[in-house]
């Protein structure tokens, strides 16, 4: 989930520093930005119905990894009207992926660590959109092409993806030969493991 965060700040620093640097009219910045919400409010619709078919991990995984092959797709084209369809998809996959974390934590976190929890990712969640913001900050970055930015996001996104269901699946291996030696410890294990994976998403 931090992974996407990340990518949502880096797309709105992005658009302010290139209508500033190419002098399109702020009406740009605005209709990215109402892409933008509308992505957001797709996404919270989206992740119920998903939830009913399939599990909060895989919508945390897919959400990012769907979200890089439709950038990488658009990246082909370019421009800012790519850029600002990969910031409504880019908004889908955030917000479904908040709503499958959320689940995630009330399904396998205690009762008493759930604030705790919640707290102390979202502090990283936060850390991560402003790291991510920060890219576009630095000068020689306003240069890049809409297709070479595009094509970043795609595979920062798709690296995340893989990385977390790569490690999910590396750890629920873990968790299952030591649950043959303890199948409580290894419960637990996977429920910690499962918790961290999906926080690095940033979702």
């Known amino acids: 989930m931090a ?4 990518v949502v700040g880096f797309l709105t620093l992005l658009f302010a520093f290139w209508i500033k640097t190419t002098g399109k009219g702020f009406y740009f910045f ?14 919270v619709l989206l992740a119920p ?38 910031a409504c998809i880019v908004a889908i996959a955030a917000a479904a992926s908040r709503v499958a974390f959320d689940a995630l934590v009330q399904r ?9 929890v919640f707290a102390r990712y979202e ?12 890219i576009p900050v630095i000068p020689f970055t306003t240069t890049f092409s809409a297709r070479v930015c595009l094509f970043f ?3 920062v996104l798709v690296s995340g993806g893989l990385f977390y269901i790569g490690g ?4 629920r291996r873990t968790v299952g030969a030591g649950a043959d030696a303890g199948a409580d410890a290894g419960a637990d294990a996977g429920t910690a493991a499962d918790a961290d994976a ?6």
């Open 3 to 6: 992974i996407v965060r990340g």
């Open 30 to 43: 605005g209709i990215a930005g109402a892409a933008a919400a509308i992505g957001n409010v797709s996404g």
């Open 49 to 86: 119905v998903l939830r009913k078919h399939l599990r909060e991990e895989t919508i945390l995984g897919g959400a990012a990894l769907i979200a890089g092959v439709l950038a990488l797709v658009l990246a082909r084209g370019g421009g800012m009207f790519s850029l600002t369809v990969v």
């Open 108 to 116: 396998d976190a205690p009762d008493a660590a759930r604030g705790r």
């Open 123 to 134: 502090t990283r969640f936060q850390a991560t959109l402003v790291l991510g913001a920060i």
């Open 153 to 155: 996001i795609a595979v």
């Open 168 to 171: 999910l699946r590396g750890l």
């Open 198 to 203: 999906a926080a690095f998403l940033g979702l």
